[in-house]
Nanobody, 127 residues
Framework: QVQLVESGGGLVQAGGSLRLSCTAS????????LAWFRQAPGKEREEREF???????????YYADSVKGRFTISRDNAKNTVYLQMNSLKPEDTAVYYC?????????????????WGQGTQVTVSS
Protein backbone atom coordinates (compact mmCIF):
# COMPACT_ATOMS: atom_id res chain seq x y z
CA GLN A 1 0.00 0.00 0.00
CA VAL A 2 1.18 3.50 -0.82
CA GLN A 3 0.09 6.65 0.95
CA LEU A 4 0.32 9.95 -0.89
CA VAL A 5 -0.01 13.37 0.74
CA GLU A 6 -0.17 16.52 -1.36
CA SER A 7 0.61 20.04 -0.17
CA GLY A 8 1.35 23.48 -1.53
CA GLY A 9 -2.00 24.46 -2.96
CA GLY A 10 -3.55 27.85 -2.38
CA LEU A 11 -4.91 31.04 -3.90
CA VAL A 12 -2.78 32.89 -6.41
CA GLN A 13 -3.33 35.64 -8.96
CA ALA A 14 -3.15 34.96 -12.66
CA GLY A 15 0.45 35.01 -13.81
CA GLY A 16 1.71 33.81 -10.46
CA SER A 17 3.43 30.61 -9.41
CA LEU A 18 2.92 27.75 -7.00
CA ARG A 19 4.86 24.60 -6.22
CA LEU A 20 2.96 21.50 -5.25
CA SER A 21 4.57 18.66 -3.34
CA CYS A 22 3.52 15.06 -2.87
CA THR A 23 5.20 12.84 -0.33
CA ALA A 24 4.84 9.08 -0.57
CA SER A 25 5.21 6.37 2.03
CA UNK A 26 4.63 2.66 2.22
CA UNK A 27 6.81 1.58 -0.66
CA UNK A 28 10.30 2.24 -1.95
CA UNK A 29 9.85 5.60 -3.65
CA UNK A 30 12.23 4.84 -6.47
CA UNK A 31 10.00 2.00 -7.67
CA UNK A 32 7.05 4.32 -8.28
CA UNK A 33 5.96 5.96 -11.49
CA LEU A 34 4.32 9.25 -10.51
CA ALA A 35 1.91 11.72 -12.00
CA TRP A 36 -0.21 14.78 -11.33
CA PHE A 37 -3.84 15.04 -12.35
CA ARG A 38 -6.41 17.75 -11.74
CA GLN A 39 -10.16 17.90 -11.34
CA ALA A 40 -11.78 21.18 -12.28
CA PRO A 41 -14.84 22.55 -10.45
CA GLY A 42 -18.02 20.75 -11.46
CA LYS A 43 -16.18 17.85 -13.03
CA GLU A 44 -16.56 14.27 -11.90
CA ARG A 45 -13.74 12.00 -10.74
CA GLU A 46 -13.82 10.22 -14.10
CA GLU A 47 -13.12 13.57 -15.77
CA ARG A 48 -9.85 14.16 -14.00
CA GLU A 49 -7.34 15.64 -16.40
CA PHE A 50 -3.80 14.41 -16.80
CA UNK A 51 -1.26 17.14 -16.08
CA UNK A 52 2.18 15.52 -16.04
CA UNK A 53 4.00 12.28 -15.27
CA UNK A 54 7.53 11.26 -14.46
CA UNK A 55 9.43 7.99 -14.60
CA UNK A 56 11.00 6.17 -11.68
CA UNK A 57 14.39 7.76 -12.22
CA UNK A 58 13.04 11.12 -13.31
CA UNK A 59 14.58 10.83 -16.75
CA UNK A 60 11.30 10.69 -18.68
CA UNK A 61 8.50 13.22 -18.34
CA TYR A 62 5.21 13.78 -20.12
CA TYR A 63 3.00 16.86 -20.08
CA ALA A 64 -0.48 17.79 -21.16
CA ASP A 65 -0.45 20.30 -24.00
CA SER A 66 -2.35 22.76 -21.81
CA VAL A 67 0.52 23.03 -19.33
CA LYS A 68 3.56 22.41 -21.50
CA GLY A 69 6.10 25.19 -21.08
CA ARG A 70 4.46 26.44 -17.87
CA PHE A 71 4.55 23.46 -15.50
CA THR A 72 7.50 21.27 -14.54
CA ILE A 73 7.32 17.91 -12.82
CA SER A 74 10.33 16.68 -10.87
CA ARG A 75 11.12 14.22 -8.12
CA ASP A 76 13.59 13.82 -5.28
CA ASN A 77 13.92 10.12 -4.52
CA ALA A 78 15.98 10.86 -1.40
CA LYS A 79 13.05 12.86 0.02
CA ASN A 80 10.29 10.56 -1.27
CA THR A 81 8.72 13.60 -2.89
CA VAL A 82 7.43 14.59 -6.31
CA TYR A 83 6.92 18.23 -7.22
CA LEU A 84 4.86 20.22 -9.67
CA GLN A 85 6.22 23.70 -10.31
CA MET A 86 3.46 25.79 -11.84
CA ASN A 87 4.31 29.10 -13.46
CA SER A 88 2.27 31.61 -15.46
CA LEU A 89 -0.88 30.32 -13.85
CA LYS A 90 -4.22 30.98 -15.52
CA PRO A 91 -7.76 30.96 -14.08
CA GLU A 92 -8.44 27.79 -16.06
CA ASP A 93 -5.77 26.04 -14.00
CA THR A 94 -8.12 26.24 -11.01
CA ALA A 95 -8.73 22.69 -9.80
CA VAL A 96 -8.01 20.16 -7.13
CA TYR A 97 -4.63 18.67 -7.96
CA TYR A 98 -4.03 15.00 -7.23
CA CYS A 99 -0.83 13.02 -7.01
CA UNK A 100 -0.93 9.48 -8.40
CA UNK A 101 1.51 6.59 -8.19
CA UNK A 102 1.95 3.11 -9.54
CA UNK A 103 4.64 0.46 -9.14
CA UNK A 104 3.71 -1.66 -12.15
CA UNK A 105 5.33 0.53 -14.80
CA UNK A 106 8.46 2.61 -15.24
CA UNK A 107 6.41 5.59 -16.39
CA UNK A 108 2.71 6.10 -17.03
CA UNK A 109 1.16 8.01 -19.88
CA UNK A 110 -1.89 10.29 -19.78
CA UNK A 111 -4.41 7.47 -19.77
CA UNK A 112 -2.59 5.03 -17.53
CA UNK A 113 -4.77 3.73 -14.65
CA UNK A 114 -2.64 4.64 -11.64
CA UNK A 115 -3.57 2.54 -8.61
CA UNK A 116 -2.66 4.93 -5.78
CA TRP A 117 -4.05 8.43 -5.31
CA GLY A 118 -3.70 11.21 -2.79
CA GLN A 119 -6.50 13.28 -1.32
CA GLY A 120 -5.76 16.34 -3.41
CA THR A 121 -4.82 19.96 -2.84
CA GLN A 122 -6.86 22.94 -4.01
CA VAL A 123 -5.35 25.44 -6.42
CA THR A 124 -7.33 28.58 -7.14
CA VAL A 125 -6.16 31.14 -9.68
CA SER A 126 -7.91 34.49 -9.62
CA SER A 127 -8.16 36.75 -12.65
Amino acid sequence: QVQLVESGGGLVQAGGSLRLSCTASGRTFGTLALAWFRQAPGKEREEREFVASISRSGGITYYADSVKGRFTISRDNAKNTVYLQMNSLKPEDTAVYYCAADSRVVVGGPSYPYNYWGQGTQVTVSS
